[in-house]
Nanobody, 121 residues
Framework: QVQLVESGGGLVQAGGSLRLSCAAS????????MGWYRQAPGKQRELVAT???????RYADSVKGRFTISRENAKNTVYLQMNSLKFEDTAVYYC???????????????WGQGTQVTVNS
C-alpha cells in the first residue's frame, strides 16, 4: 500500500507565503514524477507544478515566478513553496506521485487527500 500525506495548507493574507509538503510512504521501489494540482470551487482540477526524478520542473503560467517545486528523494517528499499568494490561488491542493511499488510492475499515479489553501484578499 502507498499513501501520500499532505501538510502545510491554511489561511493566509494576499501577498503572504505557504509551504506545502507531501510525503509518500508504504511499499515503494522508486518514484518517477511528482507534482501538485489544485481545484477551486466550481472549476476543474488544474496542473500547478511538476518535477521529474531528475529535478526538471514545469509550472502553470499563473504561478511562474511565485511558486517553487522541489523534492527530497531520500524522504520521498515533494514540496511546493508558494510566495506572493493571490486570492485566485485559493483552492484545494493535491499532490501526486508516479510510483513503482515493485519490479516488474508498471508505475501508476497515487494521489494525496488534498489540503485547503485559502488566500484572503
Amino acid at each position: 500500500q502507498v499513501q501520500l500525506v499532505e501538510s502545510g495548507g491554511g489561511l493566509v493574507q494576499a501577498g503572504g507565503s505557504l509551504r506545502l509538503s507531501c510525503a509518500a510512504s508504504g511499499t515503494i521501489f522508486s518514484i518517477n514524477g511528482m507534482g501538485w494540482y489544485r481545484q477551486a470551487p466550481g472549476k476543474q482540477r488544474e496542473l500547478v507544478a511538476t518535477i521529474t526524478s531528475g529535478s526538471s520542473t514545469r509550472y502553470a503560467d499563473s504561478v511562474k515566478g511565485r511558486f517553487t517545486i522541489s523534492r527530497e528523494n531520500a524522504k520521498n517528499t515533494v514540496y511546493l513553496q508558494m510566495n506572493s499568494l493571490k486570492f485566485e490561488d485559493t483552492a484545494v491542493y493535491y499532490c501526486y506521485a508516479n510510483i513503482v511499488i515493485r519490479v516488474p510492475t508498471q508505475p501508476r499515479d497515487y494521489w494525496g487527500q488534498g489540503t485547503q489553501v485559502t488566500v484572503n484578499s
